[in-house]
């Protein structure tokens, strides 16, 4: 790797274009048009430079901005396949996704479940996508930030004429005092809070270097972001649950390690009324129907104190009281809980009366909690009832026995043993509702219904999620970076005295409109003519 | 109050309408554009009218949210009128950076079809369901509507550039898809025209029908059907039989009020060119006499330039810490999100094929129609066809 030596003195990587000092031409085939291309200062780009190992290759195709926009427009496009229809997270869990896609959209959705579009943005080519995306990223950086901040740091306040002559803005007046006007025109580029450096009489102004930084800047944030992601896959960053707790139950918070349990004091479910929220709501209502007012769980949260065998009771100790509600979630340790799912009035208790037939008079009564039913309720005076079976959520199986779909208690049904005086060994009944079957012939006694009690159950999504810091420094660095390189420019104006002339060059890495009605406002009344724009000649 | 906000709106509608013939007026009477140091007369009313016009919209706006007790940006009425307002007011901020009256005779009239097609939403103030009841609602939804308003000045001058650069000498490629875009504009006339038409002869026909899960379900149509719903059956004798069915994936109510604006549109464009006997691109052209290319096209960049941090900030920044708030997660890949995202991704790539690949002129103009197309797509059919966790937007 050799180095060049420019004739002004300084010693150029090998590569440069253009001398990061004086800016003569170092490289004639690469810098041939009537107009320098000054995006990267002519520096040295390695993707430029070396074309020769696998390596090199590599870096070269991701260092390209051509594959860069490829890969973003592709990303684009495929992203927006994804929304043709719904992603398997928001479809209905009532058949399988292969069945749902193709009854809801017949051969198209079929199709489409089957090149894996229901799952397009996990699928693993997506992925592959998002991370070229970052590796294109981090080289296209590394590889203009580097050799572009060494030729800012380096530039020297005289530049060459060859240099000074293929700038856009460029221009030569004729001068008579040109130490009066070089201090006027100093004044005025103060005044438009231009840096001044000085040398041998030259003048180079600068304004606005740091938003060449901004583009890296959000490149940096990006990354961050993307690692972000990426730590999504690691176990225990991300934790996504979901809690149902009946009014008046304590629970166990899953994930929390046994530590955390919570408390449903009551669920409330409120709509706008039209007659009492707002009278400008009224209409609106009235066209709707109803509409959602309040999504609320008021729980209490309690932190396990102390070991405890299982099977034993937790010892708890109530940490803190809080009103869930939709935007509102309670937070602990890195925890957590939004109100997102109910369900309202889900059976909680039943009651029976135990009945003589004939007689038709209650001889007792008994409450049943459904969600923990006694096995023996005793109704004193000798009579008493056995629960044998219990099927919260009763059906009957293909062989036409009984049995329960689930847990939740919304269709129970008991097996019952009547113990009364006269019938010591029992009646056994079968009761569900609205049914009763007697399976051993008539029986004296019967339980007869007697009411229910329902509860609401909250459902509220356990969240911990150790990675959003990253999200929030990324984001954060991201918008620093895109401000930086959007609301500044980068401008340069270089004056140069060559016996009775002035030489006036400007540069600007963007808003060219800008830079020219500034350099006008600079230059106005000094004697110096406003540099042509050579591009508008052409 | 209710309906002086109302009245607001209209009083700016028709402000805008008015200042668009200053403006008119004012690039007649100018010759070079870029060293004009004071105001023309005619563009000075023109700039003072459209002030006064975003004022009272501002009016609209701040009663309307003293009456409802939450900022009106709530459903697809309230998110495109304001998105209107914020139009307005980038074109206020770019005139008086570059003082193009041009681009006044180009963004106003879009501000006004984005207006009027906002309108055709239902306008009564409604309740917060409780996802919406947040302080983000109006950071999030005011900077995003911003953020996009500025992107669709980029547009503005965009379609400039390109009714000027255009050779209308001859038929291209170009002239064909300029006119495509101005057909979408009077597609948008066609939707208002035969909206408010069929409302004010209160039209309403109501058929039962089945829907996608095989239930009985009725859908009244505020247009005559030339699509009906799936296995339709009329319930009033009487009313319009109609012309072909759906099947019962399809929403055939949105589908028939398309097609009805489609057609409008189509009818009104025919009837344009057979009046004015050239494309509507030659019409305009000399519009753009005066203007340079030059600055145009670097007013479209710099547009883009402001507009893409305030919509990164507003439509993934704060969208993304609302979502993690009300939502439970950031990042869902729901429709809007996913859009929002493929908006960034697009303009990212503009801003890169400019920077990096020296796209500019006539090929940047082209892409500031694409961006604004996605912006369009984005709140047109992402709200009303892709259902997803943003549809209440839409009603």
Redesign the interface.
Known sequence: MKEVKCECGHVNPHGTVLCESCGITLIEEKAQGKLHDM?YEGSARRSQTYNKTIIDKIWNFFSS??V??WL??V??IA??L???L??E??IPTIMTPAEYYED???WFGKLYYQLGFHNL?SSWWYLVFIASIGVSLVICSIDRVVPLYRALKTQRVTRHDSFLKRQRLFGITHAENIDETFEKVKGNLRAKRYSIREEDGNILAEKGRFSRWGPYVNHCGLIIFLIGGMLRFVPGMYI?DIVWIREGETKLIPETDGQYYLENKGFTLEV?DKDK??Q??S???E??GM?????QSDVILYKKIGDSVAGEEAKLEKVKEYDI???E?LKFEGF?L?Q?EYKLDELSSMSFNLVNKSENEPLGNLKIDLNEPETKYDLGNGYSVEIMSYFPDFEFNDDGEPRTKSRVPNNPAFVFKMLTPDKPDGEISFVAIQQTVEPFGDNEYQMKFAGIETKDVSGL?V?K?LT?WL?AVG?FI??VG??QG??WNHRRIWIRRKDNEIWVSGHTN????GLKREIGMILDGSGIHEPEDQL?DE | MANLSSNLLLVAFILYLVAIPFFGGAIRQKKGLQKEKSFEKWAKIGITITILGFLSQLGFFITRWIVGGHAPLSNMFEYTAFFGMCLVLAFILIYFLYKTSVLGLFVLPIALLVIAYASMFPREISPLIPALQSYWLQIHVSTVALGEAILAVSFGSGLIYLVKAIDQSKRSKSTTWLEVIMYSFVAIIGFVVITSGFAISDYKATYNYIDKNDAAATMEYSMPALFGPHEWEIVNKGDFEPLLEVPAIINAKKLNTVIWSLGAGLILYILIRLIIRKRIGALLQPLTKNINLDLVDEISYRSVLIGFPVFTLGGLVFAMIWAQIAWTRFWGWDPKEVWALITWLFYAAFLHLRLAKGWHGEKSAWLAVLGFAIIMFNLIAVNLVLAGLHSYAGS
């Open positions: 995006r901005v051509k860069g926009v973003i427009v990303t684009l992203s927006a994804g929304t043709i719904p992603q997270m928001y809801q959209y017949g943005y996504d706008y929220d707002n400008a709501f209409e609106a209502i066209n709707a509409v959602a007012k309040n999504y509600r939709v935007n979630p957590a939004y997102t999504t969240r999620d959003l999200f984001g991201f918008m895109v401000a959007a609301y963007k808003n060219w409109h508008q």
